[in-house]
């Protein structure tokens, strides 16, 4: 009889492997109590959601937001009471609700919140857009603020309270004053939780405490949106890279939550009458290969375009582990939920991929055995496999592609040097975006081909650009449905990012935890949540 890999990890997991958990582990935690609940996390790096995006799961913790999605996509209230907007079009007005407070004690003013937008819009794709339109935005009295625009912007409730770019999380106008090169490092909000700076334990552990003073609204939880209720006392993030290691403690009970425990895991945690699969993020994720348009091979298109023709969709996000049940091919810029999803100009499509078409269009770019270099992520296990699919694949049809293994922080920071690879540059990276996100060719990085000026990766096409700066202009779905048709035409063209496939990863958790809030993302709500006993 042939063993599988799956049912070596069924049977080790079920028999103890928990036994043999890493004393690092054991050392550091305890079985939760009541009021406390522990997720398995990867390690944060940087903590200023200006600075980085990756920031943003601490941030819609400990920071609040002057609007916010519900599970539907649409812009609710948050920080604000109410708004209006005057007859011309052109003034926005917004009035703080009753009782904000940061963690300090201090109120929230609309001092705090211009400086936020201020700063926020300055890296923000949607939040450049914004400062270019507006005339003035400033302080009214302690509570109010407006927005003076020099011409219409119907996008501008649904721009700040995207989650598909940075967040606009508000800070403290002394924070905010900043330059948004100069990262914060006071860590206070106004949110819902208190991050803990005594107990942050960077690589082990990072604290959040319920912040008592917090008043939320009275609406129901929806999204990010409606009442941030937190129900417990403490989250504490535990670092813990090693999948079996994160499911093995989630079955002893000493975390409760692990955010995307890899798929060859699912018999495991259903077999288990304690824990439960929850599919939270019900949007599911994009996945997709980034090529840097600064350096050969993928200065040159029919490089690029090579990309899309090599890649067996089915079959890299398989390799990445994900469950077959859970998987789509994604063919539009759009993703494949949003109102802008079509099918213009993907002729390139075909399951399994067309690699000879690839080596053909390599060799028609100039490719000549040069080393390319792919950015690993080792402590994202989809991304690590993904990345030695690829590079596989890739050496299948003479590209000589080498990976570079380090953590999600050394992706980062190498990812930023637009430099050669003699001296520390790149190639190619692999990250993932929500689907449901992709609605917004504004706010979004990915969408941005303004060379110096977009994601990393630095994709630049001047007429696609011209078509994306009408977006704002437009009010009308059937409109913006025919500019998103043409702007993926000529973006499978230029090609600056690749898709790999849709996934949808479930959570997973103790069934003593209830009450996750569902949204269209990858970060994960910490209110409503609570512990019941089992």
Same mark, same amino acid.
């Given at each position: 009889?042939?063993?599988?890999?799956?049912?070596?990890?069924?049977?080790?997991?079920?028999?103890?492997? #928990?036994?043999?958990?890493?004393?690092?582990?054991?050392?550091?935690?305890?079985?939760?109590?009541?009021?406390?609940?522990?997720?398995?996390?990867?390690?944060?790096?940087?903590?200023?959601?200006?600075?980085?995006?990756?920031?943003?799961?601490?941030?819609?913790?400990?920071?609040?937001?002057?609007? &916010?999605?519900?599970?539907?996509?649409?812009?609710?209230?948050?920080?604000?009471?109410?708004?209006?907007?005057?007859?011309?079009? /052109?003034?926005?007005? +917004?009035?703080?609700?009753?009782?904000?407070?940061?963690?300090?004690?201090?109120?929230?003013?609309?001092?705090?919140?211009?400086?936020?937008?201020?700063?926020?819009?300055?890296?923000? =794709?949607?939040?450049?857009?914004?400062?270019?339109?507006?005339?003035?935005?400033? /302080? /009214?009295?302690?509570?109010?603020?407006?927005?003076?625009?020099?011409?219409?912007?119907?996008?501008?409730?649904?721009?700040?309270? *995207?989650?598909?770019?940075?967040?606009?999380?508000?800070?403290?106008?002394?924070?905010?004053?900043?330059?948004?090169?100069?990262?914060?490092? @006071?860590?206070?909000?106004?949110?819902?939780?208190?991050?803990?700076?005594?107990?942050?334990?960077?690589?082990?552990? +990072?604290?959040?405490?319920?912040?008592?003073?917090?008043?939320?609204?009275?609406?129901?939880?929806?999204?990010? !949106?409606?009442?941030?209720?937190? %129900?417990?006392?403490?989250?504490?993030?535990?670092?813990?890279?090693?999948?079996?290691?994160?499911?093995?403690?989630?079955?002893?009970?000493?975390?409760?939550?692990?955010?995307?425990? =890899?798929?060859?895991?699912?018999?495991?945690?259903?077999?288990?009458?304690?824990?439960?699969?929850?599919?939270?993020?019900?949007?599911?994720?994009?996945?997709?290969?980034?090529?840097? +348009?600064?350096?050969?091979?993928?200065?040159?298109?029919?490089?690029?375009? =090579?990309?899309?023709?090599?890649?067996?969709?089915?079959?890299?996000?398989?390799?990445?582990?994900?469950?077959?049940?859970?998987?789509?091919?994604?063919?539009?810029?759009?993703?494949?939920?949003?109102?802008?999803?079509?099918?213009?100009?993907?002729?390139?499509?075909?399951?399994?991929?067309?690699?000879? %078409?690839?080596?053909?269009?390599?060799?028609?770019?100039?490719?000549?055995?040069?080393?390319?270099?792919?950015?690993? *992520?080792?402590?994202?296990?989809? !991304?690590?496999? !993904? #990345?030695?699919?690829?590079?596989?694949?890739?050496?299948?049809?003479?590209?000589?592609?080498?990976?570079?293994?380090?953590?999600?922080?050394?992706?980062?920071?190498?990812?930023?040097?637009?430099?050669?690879?003699?001296?520390?540059?790149?190639?190619?990276?692999? @990250?993932?975006?929500?689907?449901?996100?992709?609605?917004?060719?504004?706010?979004?990085?990915? +969408?941005?081909?303004?060379?110096?000026?977009?994601?990393?990766?630095? &994709?630049?096409?001047?007429?696609?650009?011209?078509?994306?700066?009408?977006?704002?202009?437009?009010?009308?779905?059937?409109?913006?449905? =025919?500019?998103?048709?043409?702007?993926?035409?000529? !973006?499978?063209?230029?090609?600056?990012?690749?898709?790999?496939?849709?996934?949808?990863?479930?959570?997973?958790?103790?069934?003593?935890?209830?009450?996750?809030?569902?949204?269209?993302?990858?970060?994960?709500?910490?209110?409503?949540?609570?512990?019941? *006993?089992?």
């Amino acid at each position: 009889m042939t063993i599988t890999r799956r049912e070596i990890l069924k049977t080790g997991l079920a028999a103890g492997t #928990a036994l043999s958990m890493p004393t690092i582990l054991r050392a550091q935690t305890t079985p939760a109590d009541a009021r406390t609940v522990r997720w398995a996390v990867t390690n944060l790096y940087v903590f200023d959601p200006v600075i980085s995006i990756d920031a943003s799961q601490h941030a819609y913790a400990i920071y609040d937001t002057l609007f &916010a999605p519900n599970l539907k996509g649409i812009a609710q209230p948050q920080m604000v009471e109410k708004w209006g907007l005057s007859q011309d079009k /052109k003034t926005y007005t +917004f009035q703080l609700r009753e009782g904000l407070a940061f963690h300090d004690g201090s109120p929230v003013t609309a001092a705090d919140c211009v400086a936020s937008i201020r700063r926020w819009g300055q890296v923000d =794709a949607g939040g450049k857009l914004i400062l270019a339109r507006a005339k003035d935005i400033s /302080k /009214k009295d302690e509570k109010t603020f407006t927005f003076t625009l020099n011409e219409p912007l119907p996008l501008l409730i649904p721009l700040l309270a *995207s989650t598909g770019g940075y967040p606009l999380a508000i800070m403290r106008e002394k924070d905010a004053s900043r330059p948004a090169t100069e990262q914060v490092t @006071s860590n206070i909000g106004s949110g819902p939780f208190k991050f803990n700076e005594a107990l942050a334990r960077p690589g082990a552990s +990072f604290t959040y405490d319920r912040n008592e003073q917090y008043i939320p609204r009275q609406e129901p939880a929806d999204g990010f !949106a409606g009442g941030k209720v937190v %129900k417990v006392d403490r989250v504490v993030w535990q670092v813990i890279s090693d999948q079996q290691t994160a499911v093995a403690a989630l079955q002893t009970g000493e975390i409760d939550f692990v955010t995307a425990p =890899a798929s060859d895991l699912y018999p495991v945690i259903e077999s288990d009458p304690n824990l439960a699969l929850e599919t939270v993020n019900e949007s599911g994720s994009d996945f997709y290969v980034r090529m840097n +348009f600064l350096q050969p091979p993928f200065d040159n298109a029919k490089a690029r375009q =090579a990309m899309l023709h090599l890649i067996d969709q089915e079959a890299i996000m398989q390799a990445a582990g994900f469950d077959s049940k859970y998987i789509r091919p994604v063919k539009s810029i759009f993703g494949n939920n949003t109102p802008y999803s079509n099918d213009e100009n993907t002729g390139w499509y075909k399951k399994g991929g067309d690699p000879e %078409k690839a080596r053909q269009l390599f060799q028609e770019a100039g490719y000549t055995g040069e080393k390319v270099v792919l950015l690993q *992520s080792t402590d994202w296990p989809p !991304a690590s496999k !993904a #990345a030695e699919y690829l590079a596989f694949i890739l050496r299948k049809i003479g590209v000589n592609a080498e990976l570079a293994p380090s953590d999600w922080g050394g992706v980062e920071k190498r990812r930023a040097n637009k430099g050669p690879i003699e001296d520390g540059g790149w190639n190619m990276y692999i @990250s993932n975006w929500t689907d449901a996100e992709l609605d917004n060719p504004i706010s979004v990085p990915l +969408f941005r081909a303004n060379g110096e000026d977009a994601m990393v990766g630095w &994709a630049k096409n001047d007429q696609y650009e011209a078509l994306r700066a009408k977006w704002v202009e437009l009010e009308t779905l059937d409109e913006r449905q =025919a500019l998103a048709r043409e702007m993926q035409r000529l !973006a499978w063209d230029f090609v600056g990012t690749a898709m790999l496939g849709q996934s949808f990863e479930p959570i997973a958790r103790r069934k003593s935890l209830t009450g996750l809030v569902h949204v269209l993302s990858v970060y994960y709500p910490m209110w409503n949540m609570q512990k019941v *006993s089992a």
